[in-house]
C-alpha cells in the first residue's frame, strides 16, 4: 500500500460543490481509494498536512488572507496543483465584487444590507486580528501560486474528476474528446 | 436638437432603416452628438426598435453620447504620432484647454479625445477637429489653435497653416493635407483624361470582354487580400441577382496606410470611373463609394465630381451614349470603426447596422449588399482597372513580377527623410524601398501594417510581392532609437483592442490578455512561460471569423518571431512563476475600511 499516491483537497473561496462533484464519483470512490490516500482534506478531516503530497486539488478562488496562506502551504506540500471548478481558475461568483471598492462591500455586508440593518445598530465591522484580512478583489489561484492543471466547469463534472484523477495517480495522459471540452 | 430636425433628418432617407448610418452621422454632425431623446424618434420612424438603433449608435468611435465640445479634437494615437511627438502636443491641448484626453472642459468648449489612425502618418501628429485635419502639430500651434477656439473663431481660422498642394487648396476641399506623392508610377501617371475608357474602349468591348480583359492582366486586389479581381467581376457578372452593386472600400484604417486619401483627392474621377467600368462588366446599376469618417473632408468635393461627371453623361443612364448602361454613385460615410474594412463588416454598416464582419460563404459577390451580388474592390483596385481597359492587359502585364504584375501604391512613413506615396512596381527589395525614402540606421520595418509583419534587417532583402511580403501598402520605419517593444508592439496591441468588433472570443480577449503579458515582461516580472503562452495563445486567433481578428495578434507573433532577443532579456533568468502577488499590498484596503492594522 506504501505506493499509494497521496492526495490533498482544500476549498478556498468555493461554496463546497466541487467537493460534492467530487463525491459523485459513487461508488468509484472504492477504487480509487485502493489507488491514493488521503492527506489534508476535507474528506479526511485531516487538518494540517502530515506527508508530503502528490497531488493538490484547490477548489475556490483567493478572497482573503487565510486563503493565501493555505494556498502556499499546498504548493508547498504537493508535486502537482490543479485548480478545480471556475472559482479556482477565474474567480467564480465570489469575484462579482471585483467590479466593487471593497469598503462599498464591507458597507453593505455588516452596514446597509436588508438583512444587516437592524441588527447591527453599533455598526460594529469585522476587524479583529484573529480573522483573516480580505484581500482588494478575489484572485484565481494561478495569479498567487504556479498552477499545474485547470479542470474546468461549475462544478466540474465528476466523470471529468475521476478521469483526471486516474490519469494523474496512473501517469497516464487524460482523454480529453471532443465532447469534453465543448461547453455550449 | 429639437424632434422636428431629427425627423427631417430621418425624412430625407425615407425612414429606411438601412440608411442608419446616415441619419446618425447628419444627426451627430449637426448636434456635435447623438442626443438619447433622438433613438426612440429614429427607431419609430425607421419601424426598428430602440435597442436596433442603440446597437448601431454604440459600435462607431465617432458617435458621442454626450456634448462632446463646440469644438471635438480626436488627436491621432498611431505609433507615428507618438515618433512624432504626440506626447508633448497632446500635454498642450491639456494645459491650453484645461482639461484631460477623454474629457469636455466645463464650460463645454472643447472636448479631447484619442482616436486611431487618421491616414496622415506622413504628416503627423495629426488632428480631426469637428472634422476638419490638422496636421504637422506642434506644442506652438496648438496653443494657437486653442487660443482661437476660445475666442470662437470659426474652423477655417483656426490655424494659419496654409493649404496643401493639389486639390487640397481647391475651395470644396481648403485642406492643410499634403499629398506628397514621392513617387509617381502608371497608375498615377498624368496620362489619362477622364471618360477616355467609358466614352471610347467600351465601343469595342462587350462586358464579358471587359472581364477578359482584366482577368488576362492578372491584377488582384489592392486592399491586401489579394483576391484576383477578374475572377471576382465574373462570380458576379454569373450571380443571380434583380440588381447588383459595386462597392469601392476606402476605408482605409491600417494604421500606417494613406494612399487611398491620396487617390480620393487627386484622382476620384478615375475611381469613379473604375466602378461604372467594373458596373458595366458585371450588370450593376448602382455603386456605393464607402469611406471613412476621418475622410469626410473631402465629401463635398467628391459630390462635385460626382456631379460633374453626371453632367457629362459619365454617371447616370446610358452612360456614354451606350443604350442601357445605367450606372450611378453614392456615397456611404463610416463612423470610425477599423473593422469595417473588411468586406462583410462595410457591407453590414452600409446597411446601416454594426459593422461586424459576416460568416462566409456565402460571399458578397452570390449575397451582398441588401442580399444582392455585390462587388467590392478597393480604391487602387478601380483606378488600376481603368488603366489596363486604356493601354491593354500585356501593358500591364509586363509591370512587376511574373507572379504579382502591376504596381503597388506604398504609404511610407516612420524614420525616413521622404515619407509620402510612392507607387512602384512589385518586386523592390525592402532595402531598395529603404534607400528609396532615405531611411538610415533601420532597426525594424513594419509591412503591411500592424496586421502584417515586423521584420528586421536580417529580411531587408526580402521583397514586396504577393509570394513573399504581401502588403496593402503601409509602410513604417523604425530607426534604431526606438523601443520595438513598448513603442511599437504595446501601441499596436492598444490599436487591436480598442477596434474588436467583439463579435469573436478569442479577437475579444486574447489581444487584451496579450498586452497584459507584454506589459508583465516589460515591467520585469516575465518569466519564460509567459512567452510560452504568448505563443500557444496567438495561435487561437486563427478561429476568429474575419481576417482583422486573424490578424491581430500580428504584432505580438511577428516581434516574437523576428525579434525574440528583446522579449529574452527581459524575462527573469531562473525563476518559473512570477504573477507579482503581493499580499501586503493586497489587505491594505480592506484593513483601512474596517479600521484594522494588517498582520503578515
Keep these: 500500500m506504501s505506493n499509494r499516491k497521496v492526495i490533498a483537497t482544500t476549498s478556498l473561496a468555493g461554496c463546497f460543490g466541487c467537493h460534492m462533484s467530487f463525491l459523485d464519483i459513487d461508488e468509484r470512490i472504492l477504487d480509487l481509494i485502493q489507488l491514493v490516500e488521503f492527506n489534508k482534506s476535507p474528506i479526511d478531516d485531516i487538518k494540517k498536512f502530515t506527508k508530503e503530497c502528490d497531488i493538490g486539488l484547490i477548489e475556490g478562488g483567493v478572497c482573503n488572507s487565510e486563503n493565501v496562506e493555505i494556498l502556499k502551504e499546498f504548493r508547498k506540500h504537493c508535486k502537482i496543483l490543479v485548480s478545480f471548478g471556475e472559482c479556482a481558475i477565474m474567480g467564480g461568483l465570489p469575484a462579482l465584487r471585483n467590479t466593487l471598492p471593497i469598503e462599498e462591500c464591507i458597507r453593505e455586508a455588516y452596514l446597509e444590507g436588508p438583512s444587516v440593518s437592524d441588527s447591527n445598530e453599533e455598526g460594529i465591522l469585522p476587524n479583529d486580528e484573529e480573522l483573516p484580512m480580505l484581500l482588494n478583489k478575489v484572485y484565481p489561484c494561478h495569479e498567487v501560486v504556479k498552477i499545474d492543471y485547470f479542470l474546468p466547469g461549475c462544478p466540474p463534472r465528476a466523470d471529468l474528476i475521476w478521469d483526471t484523477l486516474y490519469a494523474l495517480v496512473t501517469e497516464q495522459e487524460i482523454k480529453l474528446p471532443y465532447e469534453v471540452i465543448k461547453y455550449d | 436638437m429639437d424632434s422636428n430636425r431629427v425627423e427631417e433628418i430621418i425624412a430625407n432617407y425615407n425612414r429606411d432603416k438601412t440608411r442608419l448610418m446616415d441619419i446618425l452621422i447628419d444627426i451627430q454632425t449637426e448636434a456635435g452628438y447623438i442626443p438619447a431623446t433622438a433613438i426612440p424618434v429614429i427607431a419609430k420612424r425607421t419601424d426598428t426598435s430602440q435597442a436596433y438603433v442603440e446597437q448601431t449608435v454604440s459600435f462607431y468611435h465617432f458617435f458621442r453620447r454626450e456634448p462632446s465640445g463646440k469644438y471635438t479634437v480626436f488627436l491621432n494615437n498611431s505609433v507615428v504620432a507618438f515618433m512624432m511627438g504626440r506626447d508633448k502636443v497632446a500635454r498642450t491641448f491639456e494645459e491650453e484647454a484645461g482639461c484631460k484626453f477623454g474629457e469636455v472642459t466645463e464650460n463645454g468648449l472643447i472636448g479631447l479625445f484619442d482616436t486611431a489612425c487618421i491616414g496622415m502618418s506622413d504628416q503627423e501628429p495629426a488632428a480631426l477637429i469637428n472634422g ?29 497653416s496654409g493649404y496643401g498642394g493639389g486639390k487640397n487648396a481647391s475651395d470644396l476641399i481648403r485642406a492643410e493635407v499634403r499629398n506628397n506623392v514621392q513617387r509617381q508610377g502608371p497608375v498615377m501617371e498624368n496620362d489619362y483624361t477622364p471618360g477616355t475608357v467609358l466614352r471610347e474602349k467600351l465601343k469595342h468591348f462587350s462586358p464579358d470582354e471587359v472581364i477578359w480583359e482584366i482577368k488576362l492582366s492578372e491584377i488582384r486586389g489592392r486592399g491586401g487580400a489579394g483576391f484576383p479581381t477578374g475572377l471576382k467581376w465574373e462570380f458576379c457578372r454569373r450571380a443571380q441577382g434583380e440588381k447588383k452593386y459595386i462597392f469601392c472600400n476606402a476605408d482605409e484604417g491600417e494604421p500606417g496606410t494613406f494612399k487611398d486619401r491620396v487617390l480620393l483627392t487627386e484622382y476620384s474621377e478615375l475611381m469613379f470611373e473604375g466602378m461604372a467600368l467594373a458596373g458595366y462588366a458585371v450588370g450593376a446599376t448602382e455603386g456605393i463609394l464607402y469611406i471613412r469618417y476621418e475622410y469626410k473632408y473631402l465629401e463635398k468635393y467628391l459630390k462635385h465630381v460626382l456631379e460633374k461627371m453626371r453632367k457629362q453623361n459619365l454617371l447616370g443612364k446610358n452612360i456614354a451614349g451606350k443604350e442601357g448602361f445605367d450606372f450611378d454613385i453614392r456615397i456611404q ?268
Excluded at chain 2, 490638422?134 to 490655424?159: A, C, H, Q, W, Y
Excluded at chain 2, 491593354?392 to 512613413?413: A, D, V
Excluded at chain 2, 519564460?528 to 482583422?548: H, P, S, V
Design chain 2, 132 to 160: 476638419k485635419v490638422f496636421t504637422r502639430l506642434t506644442p506652438f500651434r496648438v496653443r494657437e489653435i486653442v487660443r482661437n477656439m476660445k475666442k470662437g473663431k470659426p474652423l477655417d481660422e483656426l490655424s494659419t
Design chain 2, 333 to 600: 460615410y463610416g463612423a470610425g470603426a477599423y473593422v469595417c474594412g473588411e468586406e462583410s463588416a462595410l457591407l453590414e454598416s452600409a446597411e446601416g447596422k454594426r459593422g461586424e464582419p459576416r460568416f462566409k460563404p456565402p460571399f458578397p459577390v452570390e449575397k451582398g449588399y441588401l442580399g444582392y451580388p455585390t462587388v467590392i474592390n478597393n480604391v487602387e483596385t478601380l483606378c488600376t482597372t481603368v488603366k489596363i481597359m486604356q493601354f491593354g492587359s500585356e501593358w500591364y502585364r509586363n509591370l512587376g513580377t511574373h507572379e504579382s504584375r502591376g504596381t503597388k501604391i506604398l504609404s511610407i512613413s516612420g524614420d525616413c527623410r521622404y515619407p509620402g506615396i510612392y507607387e512602384m512596381e512589385w518586386g523592390y527589395s525592402v532595402n531598395d524601398i529603404l534607400d528609396m525614402a532615405g531611411a538610415d540606421d533601420v532597426q525594424a520595418v513594419q509591412v503591411g501594417g500592424p496586421s502584417g509583419s515586423l521584420i528586421g534587417p536580417d529580411e531587408f532583402d526580402r521583397t514586396i510581392c504577393y509570394s513573399d511580403l504581401s502588403t496593402g501598402g503601409s509602410f513604417i520605419i523604425f530607426n534604431n532609437t526606438r523601443d520595438i517593444l513598448q513603442d511599437v508592439v504595446m501601441n499596436f496591441m492598444e490599436f487591436f483592442i480598442e477596434e474588436s468588433c467583439g463579435s469573436c472570443v478569442p479577437c475579444r480577449n486574447i489581444p487584451w490578455l496579450l498586452k497584459q503579458k507584454l506589459e508583465k515582461i516589460l515591467q520585469g516580472h516575465g518569466v519564460w512561460k509567459d512567452i510560452e503562452d504568448m505563443e500557444e495563445w496567438a495561435g487561437m486567433m486563427r478561429i476568429n471569423r474575419c481576417g482583422l481578428g486573424q490578424t491581430a495578434a500580428n504584432p505580438v507573433v511577428s516581434s516574437l518571431k523576428n525579434f525574440r532577443a528583446l522579449y529574452e532579456e527581459k524575462i527573469q533568468k531562473g525563476k518559473r512563476f512570477d504573477e507579482g502577488f503581493n499580499l501586503e499590498k493586497a489587505v491594505i484596503e480592506s484593513c483601512e475600511a474596517v479600521g484594522r492594522i494588517p498582520l503578515i
